[in-house]
């Protein structure tokens, strides 16, 4: 597809997140942030503004892609996570997809025990906030340290 760039756009990176180790599939993982902005990109009818940011909750972290885009009305936000939902546009924007992205975003999400927000507004602009859990520490994993790092 026409990248960010191409379009005379910009993504800005607003990373705060202090803890980021998690359990996941790097792959599918991938899949999800790339879907995002890509959706961020073909939904933005002027130069593309993105802005992916991190941040530490107590038990996870949440990945979030903000756009400046046509938004999405209330009634659609509703709908958009199912499978092969497309936001009726006419032909309003000439935008290409099977409406599978999101519904498999949200599904690899909730399978690495997270889930997905979305704040939007009509042509305002949305944003998908990706909470995902940090991997728990087990008790063995204490023990262990306290075994090998203990005196004699």
């Known amino acids: 597809g026409i990248t960010v760039k191409e379009r005379g756009g910009e993504i800005k990176t607003h990373f705060c997140s202090n803890q980021f180790i998690i359990h996941a599939d790097k792959e599918h993982l991938t899949n999800v942030i790339i879907n995002l902005l890509d959706n961020a990109n073909k939904y933005s009818p002027e130069k593309p503004w993105i802005r992916i940011g991190t941040q530490s909750t107590d038990n996870g972290i949440i990945i979030s892609v903000e756009d400046r885009g046509v938004g999405i009305n209330l009634e ?65 994993d204490d023990e262990y340290y306290q075994t090998k790092n203990s005196p004699g």
């Open 76 to 140: 659609n936000q509703q709908q958009i996570f199912k499978n092969l939902y497309r936001i009726p546009t006419g032909n309003l924007y000439n935008v290409k997809g099977f409406g599978i992205g999101l519904y498999y975003v949200k599904t690899i999400v909730e399978a690495h025990g997270g889930h997905i927000n979305l704040k939007s507004e009509p042509n305002k602009g949305s944003r998908f906030d990706v909470y995902l859990p940090l991997v728990k520490k087990s008790s063995n």
